[in-house]
Structure formats: C-alpha cells, structure tokens
C-alpha cells in the first residue's frame, strides 16, 4: 500500500465528521434563511418552489411541520393558524386585548403608560410602578419639591370601605390600636373634616404583631348630633391601606366583623389618589380645578359644596399650604380638567394657549381677597363644614365613571371658550376630595395636597397637572422626599412588620447575586471588614438574643392569646361544618371558582393569627418618649412578670442619624456605642475631627464566629442599632438617615453622655458595609 492511500485511510473519520458538520442543522433559521442574501426571495417561506433544489427538500420538511394541510398545486402549503399581521395588532380592539393579558399578574394604573414612556417600572406589591424618571435626577427632583410641584400616583393604594354605628367601629379599632393613641372617634376626626392616622396591630397583639400604617376618614354625616346620638345612625369610614398588607387587615376585619356587626367592601381600583407636594402644588391645582355648582335633591349637601366652591376660590392666593390646619379636608365638584387646563408661559410661547372660562364679576372680585381675609378662613374653617362630597356615594360615583366625554368632543368645546360651561349637564363632572398634608419640617417643606378622584378620571387629571407645571416622580423620588423631612416609608423602615421582611428578603437577594457576579478583586471583602450581615440587618444580633430564647419567650407570650384565637376558630369551623351538611342535603354542587379564594383566604388568615409573634417591638407615640424617663405605662399592663424582664431587651426605637463631622450614611450601616475613651477625647479636644476615626476591633479576628452571641462577645465594641435609609441631605446639607437602637442600649448611651457632661447627647460611632472605619454621628430619638 502506498503512502497515498495510508493518508486517505487516516483522514477518513475527519471527512466523516466534516460532512456530519455540514448536514447537521446549527440554528433555528429556516432552509432558505441559510442562503445569500441577494438570493433570498419573500415567496420562499411559504413556495417550495422558489427554493433552490440543494436545499429543497429541508424547506419542504419545514413547511409540513407548520402546515395544517398537504400542499397545493402551486407548491404553497396552508398554515396552522392565521397570522395576524403588525397592521392588525396596532389596531385598538387588539391593543385593549393585550393590555388586559399583560395585566394578569401585575396590575397597571390609570396612568401605566404614561410612565411606561417615561419612567423606569418595576413590579412590585402585585402591581406595575414606576420607580423613577429617565431624564430627571436626584438633586432636581428634590429642588423641585422644594420650589416648585411635584406629583405622584399613589392610586396603589387600597381603600376599604367599613359601614356600622358609630360605636361598633370605634370598638374595632381599639383593639387594633395603640392604647395611648387617638382613638378613631374622637373630636377631631368624627365630623369628616380631617384625615387621621393610625398604626394597626393585630387583635390585642401591642405591642407585637405590628401590621402597618393608615391614614382614615369620616364621611360627614347630614343630620345634627343630637339626632344622631338618638337615632345611632349607621356611620361610614374609609380606610388606605398599603397593597402590602392589605391581605392581612381584610382577613383581620372579616373575622372581627361578625362580632362588631360592622360591613366591609373592598373599593380597590375604584379611587385614584395623587399627591402633590412643593410651593406651587396650589397655584398647579388651581389651574385644573374650576369648581361648578349643580342642583341637587340635598339642600343641605348643595349648601355645603357652595361654602366648599367659595372657600377654594378665596385661597387661590395663599403661598403655602402649610398654613392650613393639619389634614383638613375640603369637598369640590369641578369642571373637566381638560377643558380648563392651563398651559405655563414657556409651553405657550410655543404653542398656543389652552382657552379657559371666562370669570364672573363675582369671581373677580373674590380673586383679590386680602391676607386677612384668607386668616380668618383658616382660623374658622372647622365651623364652615366644607368636607362632604358626592364621591363618598357609590351611585353618583357610578355615573361619574360612566358617563365621560370622549376626546374628541373635548376639543371641539375647548375651540369654543365660552361654551365650556354650558351643556354640563350632557356630562358627568368629577367630584373630588382635597386633603391638607403637612411636611416633616418646620420651614413647610413636604407639604402639600392628596387628591382623591373616581375611577376613570385619573388620566384626565393626570395630564392637566403635568401640563401646568407639576414634577411627575415614582417611588424612589418619594422615599427620598420622605427622608429628607425624617420620616419612615412603609415598609422600608418598618422593621417589626411581615412587609419589611419580604421587601428587604428581595433587596438581599439582589445584592447577593450582584455580590455573587462581580470577580473577587472588584468586590468589597466583607470578612476583612469584619461585616457578618452585610445584605439584610440582623436585629438578633443587636437586642443580644438567640433562637431558643426566642422559642420560649413566643410560647409564653402566645398561651393566653392563642387559646381565644383558637376558640374562635372552633365556633367557625362548626358553623362550617353545619352549612355544608345542609348542602349536602339540598346537593348543591360548588364549582372551584367558588370555593379556591375562600379557602385561600382562610388559610392565609390562620398563618397569620396562630403565626409566632416577633421577637422584637418598636416604641412609638408617647412610648417612645417615655423610655427616657425609665416609665413604659401601657406596654406592660396585659403581661405576666416573667414577661416584662424580656421585654426591656426586646424594645427597639427609631432614631435620627446625623454625621458629625462629614460623611454619608449608607442602609445597612452598623451603630457602635462609643467606649469611655471616645467620650472623654470626644470632650477635651474633639479628636475625632482632626485625626482619623477609630478602627472596628476584634478580640481574634482571624476566627469566625459561628452565631450571634459568640459574635458581640469577639467584638471590643457593642452594637446598638441599623441604619435602615440614609443618604446626603440636600436641604440641611449633611449626611442624614433613619436607624433603629436597642432601647435598653439607647438609654445607657445617654447616660454615659449626662455622666461626662458630653453636648450634644447621642454621641455614637457608625460602621458602613464597605469600610472598617467607624465615623462618629449623633443619635436622635423620634417619636
């Protein structure tokens, strides 16, 4: 055999493989996709035909594997199912279709896609928000709230509607409120002129099993008190709720309103809620609402949204709306906003101006009220019952859904200015609610309105706010707005609730992934910081408590609680069992759909009730305050001696961060109590500003602790808190955050402090997740 011949037989099984190469298929492009682009035809995909013949018999394959039939004569073969074509899919019909699939998972807003185009969106809390806006930062969003007016959809918010006597309600939520709070009747809040807030635990729970927030309302009742003490009218309340929780409080108020003879509607989705905060919110809201007077049946309603209409005109002057009372509430029946909206002079130049209304003689002359005048309306504005407004009825709310003009009808009257007051009657005209909001600070930043529109209106008032001039921002611009002024955001600086956990679960698990992509040289080493819970805060490790501890503290804690709980159950189930032996007997047959929510909802609710309580509290209201005087009046009185020994080591208390000298305080952030050293340096000289800051210390650092205890033992300095948000304050002009101490920790703080004679008091040491410096800032405790 030649040397030819043992060549070609050593190189056979490579011909092999490179002829497998070239007949096995390497993507999922079709047989006439692999051709030259200048031999491609459009007719290929669907005409065996047209395809060349080296390839044909793979195209013809393909096509049987996506034809319904066999082919024709011409070679062509009949698709599967008809294509719909982009001219087909832009069509509305199709588009509504589509909306309405994209919305089975996360709910939209009414102005979903106006931010969509605008904004970055994120799903969360079962719904689709917008985070922040593409074109706008931090610093300009913050400036614009403080000059001029910003706007928000928190349409979000759920709203659950609770009907009873006066008395019923009010003995609902005293079992689900703080004892030393205002209780939900009380004189400023049952007449309906202003908007409370309360914090809702569960069912004789406090201080533990803390739920969320809420804000609450009355809707103004129509006959005088004396009849209504007589008659005992049945009362209405509305309650916002975060989407959050809301599962939570509906399982808590449909069990609790058997025994309070109290109903309960969900009106989710039904009202949309903007809030407007800066110096021009008023003159921005001014410009889009023109109140309208409308016969009614009511005399009496019809007199109060005139005082209402009269009232809103005369503060078309006032600079600031922190002025007005806190929280007041203010009734207005008004004209659509898209015929009356005000361009800006800097949009007019361009284009033409808006028409609007022309003003009566009396408007004129109500337009130059006098400063005092506007005083006297505040001082008085309690006996002018302005806050009644046909939104609060689910009929009228109804026909004001309905009954909307369409677009094209709006341009047609706003040609005509003089004929947008007429034929109101064709039309529905929104009745809306104006709340009074008042700021964090003392200077009135903060402040502002809610407005609470029916549903259908919200993308009508949504643009005409936009168009006169208000900032639209998400979430992240409120959470910071929020601290800026030094108050918590529900449920990012709540930490004894269930919302907290599962939002900073996700945060962590982001921050992991991150961690986990980034190489070994780019990534902080947290070990060598002597960082252990670099991600989530560990609040075991700060209140120095462990798991077993833990486990017979709830069984304590839940014995006496549990057994009422679970009595109540007994009684539930047996009524259960009865009607489904009477159906059983009529044989009534229930589908899925029927049964599945009901018996998720009940599920849910056990998880919740019978679930352990936390290991933690937070002080609040007067509590809080009191913890510096050694006095805890309310928190103790429902527990057992064996009981209250734990709970001193449990308390925690929000505080304010301040950096003391430069620096920005970061979530996650550890607090260090200082030692006696730091205090009397600190005293003397104030060392800390001209030499470096003292670094975190480990007894033996090269060991790593397995648990918590062992942890604070290794460690030369104690942790008494976390930060929870904190960034640079644009307005005070320093570092700034919200934290959370020991308040057992928080108290021997400031006595060390007394004892040194150290000003300010709250002298402590942070520690940032990426560093292993400690930097000194001055704690604050907040109510």
């Given amino acids: 055999m ?85 001219k087909a899919k832009r069509r509305p019909p199709y588009i509504q279709k589509d909306f309405v699939r994209r919305q089975r998972v996360n709910k939209w807003l009414e102005t979903h896609i106006w931010h969509a185009k605008r904004m970055f969106m994120t799903n969360i809390w079962r719904y689709r928000l917008a985070v922040k806006p593409t074109a706008k930062g931090r610093r300009s969003v913050i400036r614009a709230s403080n000059s001029l007016s910003t706007v928000c959809d928190r349409s979000y918010m759920v709203c659950l509607e609770i009907t009873g006597s006066e008395s019923s309600i009010a003995a609902l939520f005293k079992t689900m409120t703080p004892p030393d709070s205002l209780s939900v009747n009380s004189r400023t809040y049952i007449n309906g002129d202003r908007e409370g807030s309360i914090d809702l635990y569960y069912p004789n729970r406090y201080p533990f099993h803390f739920i969320c927030p809420s804000q609450f309302h009355w809707k103004p009742s129509t006959t005088n008190e004396k009849e209504q003490v007589e008659e005992n009218e049945s009362r209405q309340l509305w309650l916002w709720i975060h989407p959050s929780s809301i599962l939570d409080i509906q399982s808590i108020l449909q069990n609790q309103s058997k025994e309070h003879k109290i109903s309960i509607k969900s009106l989710q989705d039904k009202l949309q809620r903007f809030e407007l905060t800066g110096a021009k919110c008023n003159s921005a809201l001014h410009s889009v609402l023109v109140p309208i007077d409308i016969d009614g049946n009511n005399n009496n309603n ?49 284009v033409d101006s808006v028409a609007k209304p022309p003003l009566s003689k009396e408007e004129q002359q109500k337009a130059t009220i006098t400063q005092q005048e506007i005083n006297r309306l505040i001082v008085n504005w309690s006996s002018q019952k302005v806050s009644y407004s046909p939104i609060y009825e689910e009929s009228k709310r109804l026909e004001m859904s309905k009954n909307i003009e369409k677009v094209s009808s709006v341009y047609q009257r706003r040609k005509n200015p003089f004929a947008i007051k007429n034929n109101t009657n064709n039309y529905s005209t929104p009745s809306i609610l104006l709340i009074q909001r008042d700021g964090g600070l003392s200077r009135g930043y903060g402040s502002g309105f ?99 501890d833990n486990e017979s503290f709830y069984q304590q804690l839940n014995n006496d609680k549990d057994e009422e709980v679970l009595i109540k159950k007994e009684k539930l189930q047996q009524q259960e069992t009865s009607v489904t032996l009477e159906n059983q007997k009529k044989k009534t047959k229930l589908t899925k759909t029927d049964t599945t929510p009901k018996k998720a909802e009940e599920e849910e609710f056990i998880k919740h009730t019978i679930n352990k309580a936390s290991p933690y509290f937070v002080y609040r209201g007067k509590s809080a305050l009191s913890i510096l005087n050694l006095k805890l009046p309310s928190i103790m009185k429902n527990y057992d001696s064996k009981i209250k020994k734990d709970l001193y080591k449990r308390g925690l208390v929000r505080v304010s961060v301040k950096m003391l000298y430069g620096g920005r305080p970061v979530m996650n952030s550890v607090i260090y109590a200082p030692n006696q050293k730091d205090l009397e340096y600190q005293k003397k000289c104030e060392f800390f500003r001209h030499s470096p800051s003292p670094p975190l210390e480990y007894k033996d650092a090269n060991d790593i602790p397995s648990n918590e205890i062992e942890l604070k ?14 960034d640079q304050s644009l307005i005070r002009g320093v570092g700034q955050g919200i934290g959370y101490c020991s308040a057992y920790s928080f108290i021997r703080l400031e006595k060390n402090a007394i004892n040194v004679n150290l000003s300010p008091i709250g002298f402590a040491f942070v520690q940032i997740p990426t560093s292993s410096t400690l930097y000194p800032v001055i704690l604050t405790i907040q109510p």
Wanted: proline residues 6%.
């Fill in 2 to 86: 030649s040397s030819y011949h043992k060549y070609l037989l050593e190189r056979t099984h490579q011909v092999k493989a490179l002829l497998q190469q070239i007949e096995q298929k390497k993507s999922n492009a079709r047989a006439f996709q692999s051709l030259p682009r200048h031999l491609r035809r459009r007719t290929m995909s669907t005409n065996a035909y047209r395809v060349p013949l080296h390839i044909r018999q793979r195209a013809r394959s393909e096509m049987e594997k996506s034809a319904k039939g066999g082919p024709s004569e011409s070679g062509s073969f009949i698709r599967a199912k008809k294509v719909v074509h982009r």
């Fill in 302 to 350: 019809n007199n109060s949204m005139k005082g209402a209409h009269s009232l809103w005109n005369s503060l078309k002057q006032l600079r600031s709306t922190a002025t007005l009372p806190t929280s007041v509430i203010l009734g207005l029946t008004v004209l659509d906003p898209r015929l009356v909206c005000h361009v800006p002079e800097s949009i007019a130049q361009c």
């Fill in 713 to 726: 033992e290794n460690s030369t300095r104690t942790p008494i808190g976390y930060i929870v948000s904190g």
């Fill in 450 to 548: 809610d407005i609470i529109i029916p549903e259908g209106w919200g993308q009508a008032f949504w643009l005409s706010l936009v168009y006169s001039g208000s900032w639209a921002i998400g979430l992240q611009n409120r959470d910071e707005m929020l601290l800026e002024q030094g108050i918590p955001s529900y449920p990012r600086d709540y930490p004894d609730s269930n919302a907290y956990k599962e939002y900073h679960q996700a945060i962590e698990n982001d921050k992991l992934e991150k961690y986990k992509r980034t190489p070994s040289g780019k990534r902080p080493n947290y070990i060598h910081n002597q960082v252990y819970f670099p991600f989530n805060p560990n609040w075991n490790w700060i209140l120095d408590l462990d798991n077993q």
